[in-house]
T-cell receptor
């Protein structure tokens, strides 16, 4: 059981380049999330998708776009990368955001460096 | 606006000692308070969680203490072991009745090192 799978694990981009981070979950979860983790700042929510077909902005959405491709997959796109987007990105999923079982399962992260 | 404040930023404890990490929140609509554990190179994983209708929850060596009136909660790790060395995040989520988006808000994290 793979859980939440993120690709790639590492990426170096030049300023202005674009890329898409991929995330897939095999737990039949309804909700999916993208977080970024920076030293001393914890995990900050970029975008989330409460259910298939819906997406909403989180705390730090500027510079990012997302696509909920289907129930399993939720991608994060950087259209024009900036050094401030250097971070570790985590995808997570949960059965639903408001039900009894709300544990969020995280992928192993993508370490992105923008030079 | 940091809705969940976590301290300390780092903590060093001897093997067998007690590790204590504290969190304070501002939003009285929060009704679910989990702690996540993260090892280097891995994603965070749920460790233990509590709801505000109880003041304490214990799972093995890990205990959450919750003080609703003070809007504080803490993680206690008894008999700390080197294998507990990790980063710990507290988090909080609003209740359905609040009308707010029910997403987790995380603290800034505590890097725990347990010396052998």
């Amino acid at each position: 059981n793979a859980g939440v799978t993120q690709t790639p694990k590492f990426q170096v981009l030049k300023t202005g380049q674009s890329m898409t981070l991929q995330c897939a979950q095999d737990m039949n979860h309804n909700s999916m999330y993208w977080y970024r983790q920076d030293p001393g700042m914890g995990l900050r929510l970029i975008y989330y998708s409460a259910s298939e077909g819906t997406t909403d902005k989180g705390e730090v959405p500027n510079g990012y776009n997302v696509s909920r491709l289907n129930k399993r997959e939720f991608s994060l796109r950087l259209e024009s990368a900036a050094p401030s987007q250097t971070s570790v990105y985590f995808c997570a999923s949960s059965r639903n955001p408001g039900g009894g079982n709300t544990e969020a399962f995280f992928g192993q992260g993508t370490r992105l460096t923008v030079v | 606006q940091q809705q969940v404040k976590q301290s300390p930023q780092s903590l060093i404890v001897q093997k067998g000692g007690i590790s204590i990490i504290n969190c304070a929140y501002e939003n009285t609509a929060f009704d679910y308070f989990p702690w996540y554990q993260q090892f280097p190179g891995k994603g965070p994983a749920l460790l233990i969680a509590i709801r505000p209708d109880v003041s304490e929850k214990k799972e093995g060596r890990f205990t959450i203490s919750f003080n609703k009136s003070a809007k504080q909660f803490s993680l206690h790790i008894m008999d700390s072991q080197p294998g507990d060395s990790a980063t710990y995040f507290c988090a909080a989520r609003p209740a359905i009745s609040s009308g707010s988006a029910r997403q987790l808000t995380f603290g800034s994290g505590t890097q725990l090192t347990v010396l052998p």
